[in-house]
């Protein structure tokens, strides 16, 4: 027998109201236990209950209780809520009562998600859909989690697994009778699904990564020569003071990572040490922090002094299509600097006194958005989904070429097997530890 699960959750209060839930077939009993025996309250009303310590006998809260009978709840299974007093005490003493049931137990991470995809309620991209949107702290974020918690996703996906299905199928029903060739007009339309198939999923993988950076957040690096100002930007952008700023020349040696929501969209800004030929061993380590940053960030925005006649001298080298341009100390005069490679833009600016910030900020944000910002077809957002399509892809492109059409069918069985493990359709036993690891306690 599945055991019966508990678990509070609702944040670790104090608060107004915490919210337990329990999942399974005693549930039912536990509300009638609680409730020293009264009737049970209707399906997914919410009913006032005084609510017993069974043990003990005396009071325990006065509490909200609804009652979910399976197979209309979350989880699929019987289900109870229990919305009690959100204090320490109470939560401690329902925990305790409810630990004391015989039957039940505390429900691991995303355990009341797992039952709830085990019994077909939902796909493994709308699990996982949820467990973004609990983690989602940015607009951005939100909305890419509910598109897929909504099963946008897992949609695209079944779509694309149904062809492939109808296109297995016609070429099996030749390969089972050797006598008859597949007809031309048949072999050509299969082929063309696939074709079709093929060039979707490519243009679905070929997205940058802007699902998953998305939900990770986009890497920005601010370099440039030292005492350029990079840190006051940093500063400026974080509106607190993260890094340190003098107008001594090398004062950044660690890299500093302030995380942000811009315009809705996370990202992780990191301020980095002045490049040059460094004084002394420290900062040299410091240098060598600040060029792999540069490398391997998503985003540069390279500052430079704008009085600097000598421009972006040294540091031409990262001037590309993913750097920004700033020239700061505007108010102190800018000379005519022209950018030695194409760029996503150049702007004069100063940190001190604000202006050009708000154009600048404006500029960011679109660079963000055009990179992680939501397109008109749902993102994937992980890298197993990556793994799964390409694996996929790989086989549609085989059968193509396939000699035989018994390979052929093979391939196209294998890209469908592929597909089907994206949602969660076919073996994937070995995943689900993987998956629902990533989910908190009590959903
Ligand atoms: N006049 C003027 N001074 C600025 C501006 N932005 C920064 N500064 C000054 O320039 C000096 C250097 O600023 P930082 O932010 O420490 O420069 P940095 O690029 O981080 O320098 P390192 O960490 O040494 O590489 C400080 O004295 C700042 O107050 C600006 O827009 N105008
Ligand atoms: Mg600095």
């Not at 811009?262 to 301020?271: E, F, I, K, S």
């Not at 792999?292 to 001037?319: N, P, S, Y």
């Not at 793994?387 to 396939?402: G, M």
């Amino acid at each position: 027998m599945v055991d019966t699960i508990y678990a509070l959750s609702s944040g670790p209060g104090p608060a107004g109201i915490s919210v337990f839930r329990v999942s399974g077939t005693e549930s039912g009993a536990v509300l009638r236990a609680l409730t020293g025996g009264r009737d049970m309250p209707p399906a997914r009303k919410a009913m006032r209950a005084a609510l017993m310590d069974p043990e003990e006998g005396g009071p325990l809260d006065d509490a909200i209780a609804i009652w979910f009978p399976g197979p209309n709840s979350y989880s699929g299974e019987d289900m109870v809520e229990l919305h009690v007093h959100g204090g320490p005490a109470v939560i401690a003493a329902t925990l305790r009562v409810l630990a004391a049931r015989p039957g039940l137990r505390l429900a691991e991470p995303g355990e009341f998600t797992r039952r709830a995809f085990m019994a077909g309620k939902m796909d493994l991209t709308e699990a996982e859909g949820i467990a973004d949107l609990i983690a989602a702290e940015t607009e951005a974020q939100r909305r890419q989690a509910i598109r897929q918690a909504e099963g946008a996703l897992g949609r695209l996906y079944e779509g694309w697994r149904k062809v492939l299905v109808g296109a297995t199928a016609h070429s099996e029903a030749y390969i089972d009778f050797p006598d008859e060739e597949l007809p031309d007009e048949i072999s050509r339309r299969i082929n063309h699904e696939i074709s079709g198939l093929v060039e979707a999923i490519f243009q679905h993988l070929d997205d940058s990564q802007r699902g998953e950076r998305l939900r990770q957040g986009l890497d920005i690096a601010i370099v440039g020569p030292p005492n350029a100002g990079k840190s006051s930007l940093l500063n400026r952008l974080a509106r607190r003071d993260a890094a340190i700023v003098s107008e001594r020349a090398g004062t950044t040696r660690d890299v500093i990572d302030v995380a942000m929501d811009l315009g809705g969209y996370p990202v992780m800004l990191a301020d980095t040490a002045g490049l040059r030929e460094a004084a002394d061993s420290v900062e040299e380590e410091g240098v060598r922090r600040a060029r792999q940053r540069a490398e391997a960030a998503d985003l540069r925005i390279l500052v430079v002094d704008g009085r600097d006649e000598a421009g972006f001298g040294d540091v031409a080298g990262l001037v590309g299509e993913s750097t920004i341009l700033v020239l700061n100390k505007a108010d102190l005069g800018v000379s005519r600097i022209e950018p030695p490679a194409p760029n996503l833009g150049v702007y004069a600016i100063s940190v001190e006194t604000g202006a050009g910030i708000g154009v600048f900020l404006d500029g960011l944000e679109q660079v963000v958005r055009d990179r992680i910002g939501l397109a008109g077809q749902p993102a994937l957002t992980r890298a197993r989904h990556r793994q799964a399509l390409e694996e996929c892809l790989d086989a549609l492109r085989r059968s193509l070429e396939a000699p035989l059409p018994e390979l052929a069918a093979e391939d196209l069985r294998l890209a469908v097997r592929a597909l089907g493990r994206i949602t969660g359709r076919v073996d994937v036993e070995d995943l689900l530890d993987v998956i629902f690891r990533d989910f908190c306690i009590g959903k």
